[in-house]
């Protein structure tokens, strides 16, 4: 079937650095993959056999398959979490974190 983009990824937990499946694709442990809406189906059905080695990573606006883009799948990609969180997102800090909890917001 065809590979789309529906911004999805996956997180290879391990035990091994990277692994390859049969269609050539690279999941390096512990890293954010993109991957197309039928391998994400693959790795993380519930009933098949790699749910229990991948983490599902969905996308926080849902990307219909008749909106989705083509995906290459020939190429290993670690996906940008502002791909599936939104454009807004921004990796929290711990030292912001703890500049708000000491201003006494209430913010934590």
Sequence with gaps: ??????????????????????????????????VCDKTFKLMTDDHGAYASQMLAIEPKNDVPLNEAKPFDCKHAAVRDPRQTKGLDYRETRTADAASCCEQGSGCC
Excluded: I, S, T
């Design 1 to 34: 079937g065809p590979c789309l983009d529906r911004n999805q990824a996956v997180v290879y937990r391990g035990p091994w650095k990277q692994v390859r499946d049969d269609d050539g694709h690279v999941f390096h442990r512990g890293q954010r993959m993109a």
